[in-house]
């Protein structure tokens, strides 16, 4: 995405770009989701062509307009009605045409929907039911070929279809010029295995109906980046690194799964190297056919540590259990190729996924992936934030392999099990406590204190939840070592920043109020005022508040003492996340 006017230096206030949402604009839109009436987006000239035949699914859950095109003198538009029909309704030259499909659709589940235009006449598919729409002309192709506006949902902003769209015929992707009131589609499986999309990036889909991510992106449509990649390999897949000119190098990342962890071959394509994880034991075999076996596989993650010296002609391999293996490819052969996970002619290629996959520090380069795909396993398993005595927490997974525990009920920890006392709380930058509002979520008028003390440059100190309905926020944070605000009525931004640092380690005090569009800002003894812009005078957000961060934005490393709002010391708290006591 691209930040707009408040950029990485003035906070987080990100203005995203289609195909791209979420409060730091990282989140990727390959599925649309109209969430309201004005919910839309619209696309570049001449993207979608009706006279070659266009396709699409879409799974409503309230009635409203699909989609709509717009041409100098014809128009074609589809509303989704509550007896669960599409009304098609064209427009040539002041003449009004309308057909409503004879197949009912499926009220929140997906729906396939064929549009293919002749001469004279629009021929609609809906599921598999067809009708035609008859118009008098003989040109329609000949106006389809000009150019054109497409639309989903209704453009006007009144009455959009509720639901998830996907195009299954063209990639309309970052075509999209405006959007409002659409994110990513996060419920259900929606893809068809050997249809285009919605797996987008290069995924496919497999034939359960879920998406295979490529290497480095995750999420139901492969949506989200991931921080590193992590392979999954089904027997018949295998990496190939990128070639390295240096004598010694080291290959670290932690398995789980049973086959080849790598193989090497010199410049005849011989194999000289190998190791391989069975049901039991781990297998190390050089050139010389000698092999060393270390007993006890138990099937967990296991780390790895490989070292390749070509100088000496062997490789070094430590266990994360500190267990240590050797083997020599001693002779003519040297060492030319190294897979990963196998490779084309390796009998027992890995099953399984690989983590943390690096090459002397830094994430390994490939020269030539096959049938590998991101690993779909998610570190959170079932019950693993729970205890007998709290049961009110989430899980949130930090790839394959880790996870987090969101706490409920005033108990934190790595598992959500010790009582938290209130004591002041300490934020590692990926933590937050979450309130409820004592103001609800409309407020004329906010007075906030904050007491904290923080050591890293950047960072979220407080914000508001957003509404369902309105844009409206309050944020605070620190960008290089300065404190700022920025909030919204509605009518677009207003930001105020302090001058001096605060990241020094030591106890500071801030002040916020807003009365209106008024808003005073006092950082010890510094004080500044700002005037957002246009008519609107009442904030407007959601029921929450976020404290030293939220599930989107890094937060503070530090600690904050107290937080009253209005007058109220305020640490009546419903979610912890990571942070500690």
């Keep these: 995405g691209i930040n707009a006017e408040y950029g990485s ?75 669960h029909t599409l009304v098609f309704t064209a427009n040539l030259d002041g003449r009004v045409y309308s057909k409503t499909s004879s197949g009912r659709l499926d009220h929140e589940d997906w729906n396939k929907v064929h549009i293919k235009a002749n001469a004279k006449a629009i021929t609609v598919t809906v599921n598999s039911e067809s009708d035609v729409m008859s118009l008098k002309t003989t040109q329609l192709k000949n106006i389809l070929r000009k150019r054109h506006q497409f639309h989903i949902g209704d453009s006007a902003k009144k009455n959009s279809f509720v639901g998830c769209f996907y195009d299954l015929g ?14 990513h589609c996060k419920v259900g499986n929606t893809c068809i295995a050997g249809h285009l999309g919605p797996c987008g990036e290069g995924g496919q889909c497999n034939e359960l109906g879920h998406c295979d991510c490529p290497l480095g992106r995750s999420g139901q449509y492969c949506e989200h980046d991931r921080v590193s990649r992590n392979p999954s390999f089904n027997r018949d897949g295998y990496l190939l690194l990128q070639d390295t000119d240096a004598d010694t190098y080291t290959l670290s990342l932690a398995a789980q799964g049973t086959g080849a962890v790598f193989a090497g071959y010199d410049k005849k394509g011989r194999e000289i190297v190998s190791l391989v994880i069975d049901s039991t034991s781990i297998k190390l075999t050089g050139n010389s056919q000698e092999t060393i076996y270390i007993k006890g596989y138990d099937g967990a993650w296991l780390d790895l540590t490989m ?27 040297k060492l030319n190729k190294l897979y990963l996970g196998g490779s084309p002619t390796f009998s027992n290629n890995f099953r399984g996924c690989f983590t943390e996959v690096e090459v002397n520090g830094k994430e390994a380069e ?216």
């Design 307 to 333: 070292t390749f010296d070509t100088a000496d002609e062997a490789v070094f391999v430590e266990l994360g259990t500190g267990e240590e293996m050797m083997t020599l490819f001693e002779g003519s052969r």
């Design 9 to 83: 230096d003035k906070g987080f206030l990100c203005e995203c770009k289609y195909p791209y949402s979420g409060p730091s604009c990282d989140t990727k839109i390959i599925v649309p989701h109209l969430s309201s009436a004005q919910s839309f987006v619209s696309y570049e000239t001449s993207i979608v062509d009706i006279a070659a035949g266009f396709e699409f699914r879409f799974r409503p859950v309230k009635s409203g307009f699909v989609f709509h095109l717009e041409y100098n003198n014809f128009f074609l538009n589809a509303l989704y009605t509550e007896a």
């Design 366 to 581: 490939y020269n030539e992936q096959v049938n590998v795909v991101e690993c779909a396993m998610e570190g959170c398993y079932e019950n693993a934030c729970q205890n007998t005595v709290n049961d009110y927490n989430d899980c949130v997974s930090k790839g394959p392999r880790y996870f987090s525990c969101i706490c409920g009920h005033n108990f934190v920890g790595d598992k959500c099990d010790v009582r938290w006392k209130r004591q002041t709380p300490r934020f590692n930058g990926d933590s937050f406590l979450k309130f409820l509002n004592p103001d609800n979520s409309t407020n004329e008028d906010l007075h906030l204190s904050i007491v904290f003390k923080v050591t890293g440059k950047s960072g979220l100190l407080f914000r508001t939840e957003p509404s369902t309905l309105h844009a409206d926020y309050v944020s605070i944070g620190i960008s290089r070592g300065r404190l700022f605000l920025t909030y919204e009525l509605g009518a677009g931004p207003a930001y105020l920043k302090c001058p001096r640092r605060v990241d020094d380690g030591k106890w500071h005090f801030l002040h916020m109020t807003l009365r209106g569009r008024h808003a005073v800002l006092m950082v010890d003894r510094w004080t500044s005022e700002v005037m957002s812009p246009g008519q609107r005078n009442v904030l407007n957000v959601g029921p929450y508040l976020y404290l030293g961060g939220t599930p989107a934005e890094p937060g503070i490393t530090g600690c904050v003492e107290s937080l009253p709002v209005r007058d109220e010391l305020y640490f009546r708290r419903l979610e912890c996340y990571n942070f500690v006591p």
């Design 170 to 183: 063209n990639d309309l992707g970052s075509n999209g010029i405006d959007f409002d009131s659409v994110d």
